[in-house]
């Protein structure tokens, strides 16, 4: 059975309302994937759009689960609404789905989205806390009982659904949208969606929007008129250089032997079945 794998370091990862240039508008391989449905969201979409990539829902679940054979060493992404522990790397607790945290913001929006719809939640009277520790690695205010109350709050369909639309509206919908504008498939929208994960969407020489100009530097979009595969593969060797830059993401098998496997076959739709590696263990989806 594989060793537990660490949640990895991540860069500040607050996104303005502007990203990108676009306007606001392990389970092992011998287990396979819980494909059920989110919870329902807390409020409802006024204007729909049809989803014609990673924003289909069974792309979509299938993007969170390569995340999270990443982040989690499993599958199961949604058994990590409950996840939180400081993992070391200057940015206070990490926690949640997508590794929200207490020193980057998106905690505290997180949170305060939470309050709105149910004020009354575990961790309501933890928000003058969070508002003084962001920016910073401390717990301040948080301990004793903040983990508990996270672990409370996060068997409420209420805040699941909270933690989904904050990681829509910060990292998954920035993602799919520029890569859309991009001229991308679903498997580039996914290399955009994991690169905004782990590097942000800051202006520093290693964030999501630096890797993409530096492959724009070596390779024209689909959008440019450019080819997607050798795009991609200029994307995913800026990618490298940028996680180079840090001890804590030198390790690239989730380029490597993940999303360089998917783009060496062709699979620029994420169909599966998909086999994969991480951290030198093995995931599967059918």
């Not at 390779?219 to 440019?224: D, E």
């Amino acid at each position: 059975m594989p060793a537990p794998h660490i949640r990895t370091p991540r860069r500040l990862r607050f996104l303005p309302h502007a990203v990108l240039g676009l306007a606001l508008v392990a389970i092992p391989a011998t287990a396979m994937a819980n494909a059920a449905p989110e919870p329902a969201r807390a409020t409802a979409t006024i204007h729909t759009v049809a989803a014609t990539g990673l924003d289909d829902p069974a792309k979509k679940d299938i993007a969170m689960q390569l995340v999270s054979s990443a982040e989690n060493s499993t599958l199961d992404w949604k058994a990590q609404y409950g996840y939180i522990e400081d993992i070391g790397d200057g940015r206070g607790y990490t926690a949640g789905i997508i590794g929200f945290c207490s020193g980057t913001s998106d905690m505290l929006e997180l949170v305060e989205a939470y309050t709105d719809s149910e004020p009354g939640n575990p961790l309501a009277s933890y928000l003058p806390a969070l508002r003084r520790v962001d920016g910073t690695d401390s717990h301040d205010g948080l301990d004793p009982g903040f983990t508990a109350a996270w672990k409370q709050a996060a068997k409420d369909p209420v805040f699941q659904a909270a933690q989904n639309d904050e990681r829509d509206r910060v990292y998954f919908n920035p993602a799919v949208n520029q890569g859309k504008q991009d001229g991308l498939g679903t498997l580039g929208q996914f290399m955009y969606y994991d690169a905004i994960v782990m590097h942000g969407g800051g202006n520093d020489s290693t964030s999501f929007g630096s890797i993409r100009k530096r492959a724009l530097n070596q390779a024209q979009t689909p959008a440019q008129g450019g080819d997607e595969v050798a795009y991609l593969n200029a994307f995913l060797d800026a990618r490298v250089w940028a996680m180079n830059q840090e001890e804590a993401h030198s390790d690239t098998t989730r380029v490597d032997t993940e999303q360089r496997v998917f783009l060496n076959a062709g699979n620029l739709n994420l169909d599966p079945p998909l086999n994969w590696k991480v951290y030198g263990d093995s995931f599967h989806i059918g």
